[in-house]
């Protein structure tokens, strides 16, 4: 009698029985060959774009082209503050600038003694000043004229001093300016003028009110017209203090300039 011995495979074990004449192998069968590489996955879709960033405009935007050629433009004097009206970008050392209150150049008489004169000007950049001048158009013996620059409170109203800058005479015409040394940081201002000591009033260079683009102040109720906001406040006889009480007054404003450094 001879044995058979026979070999299957199966999935997990190698086992080895008898019966009788033969002997069973069980075991795992030869590893099969690796199978072929899926194919590579569908590259995912791109996330959402995230949202862009908004710039508030709060001013009118104008389309004066076509739908497919448009130009738009941005009226700029609504986005800066009102009083903030551009016209020098970067100020220039030994140049002389206007508190740009008007543009055309006018003449005027100031009646009342004693009375402080403040316009608004608007300091775009902090700046050092070395001048500040006022125009005699006709000479008034034994009268002088002060200057000076004020801060304005919350609204928009002159209040604390900032500079007196001293007196000119106006026994002569032509320019006056008084050497200063001052630095503005940015934001509105008041230049001052008063005319004092003699009797008789002096005629100034004096500029037309613009319309438009001031309103320096908070309450509409102060103003007297759509122009400049120009205030005064009286009884001031000797060196400036801080501004008294304030009112409107709806006169052209005196030409008075500044020279930066």
């Known amino acids: 009698m001879s044995d058979l011995i026979v070999i299957q495979p199966q999935v997990t074990t190698l086992?080895?029985?008898?019966?009788?004449?033969?002997v069973v192998v069980s075991s795992v069968g030869v590893q099969g060959a690796t199978g072929a590489t899926g194919a590579t996955g569908a590259t995912g879709a791109t996330g959402a774009q995230g949202a862009s960033g908004v710039i508030a405009v709060t001013a009118p935007i104008t389309n004066s082209g076509t739908s497919?050629?448009?130009?738009?433009?941005?009226?700029?004097?609504?986005?800066?503050?009102?009083?903030?009206?551009?016209?020098?970008?970067?100020?220039?050392s030994t140049y002389w600038y206007d508190a740009k209150i008007g543009t055309t150049l006018t003449t005027g008489t100031f009646n009342q003694q004693n009375r402080v004169y403040a316009y608004p000007l608007f300091i775009q950049e902090s700046v050092s000043l070395d001048r500040i001048?006022?125009?005699?158009?006709?000479?008034?013996?034994?009268?002088t004229i002060r200057l000076g620059i004020y801060s304005v409170d919350s609204n928009g109203v002159p209040s604390s001093l900032v500079l007196d800058a001293g007196t000119v005479s106006t026994a002569t015409t032509g320019f006056k300016a008084i050497t200063i040394s001052q630095t503005l940081s940015a934001g509105l201002y008041y230049l001052a003028f008063v005319?004092?000591?003699?009797?008789?009033?002096?005629?100034?260079?004096?500029?037309?009110?613009?319309?438009?683009?001031?309103?320096?102040?908070?309450?509409?109720?102060?103003?007297?017209?759509?122009?400049?906001?120009?205030?005064?406040?009286?009884?001031?006889?000797?060196?400036?203090?801080?501004?008294?009480?304030?009112?409107?007054?709806?006169?052209?404003?005196?030409?008075?300039?500044?020279?930066?450094?």
């Open 15 to 22: 086992t080895v029985t008898e019966d009788v004449n033969q």
């Open 133 to 143: 001048s006022v125009e005699c158009i006709t000479a008034v013996a034994s009268t």
């Open 68 to 92: 497919t050629s448009a130009n738009i433009g941005i009226d700029l004097s609504n986005i800066l503050p009102k009083y903030a009206t551009p016209w020098q970008t970067t100020y220039r």
């Open 195 to 261: 005319w004092q000591g003699g009797a008789s009033s002096p005629t100034m260079r004096t500029l037309s009110r613009q319309t438009g683009n001031w309103t320096p102040i908070a309450s509409t109720s102060q103003q007297t017209d759509g122009y400049a906001s120009l205030y005064y406040t009286d009884g001031v006889t000797g060196a400036l203090g801080d501004f008294g009480t304030a009112s409107v007054i709806s006169n052209n404003p005196a030409r008075i300039q500044f020279r930066v450094a």
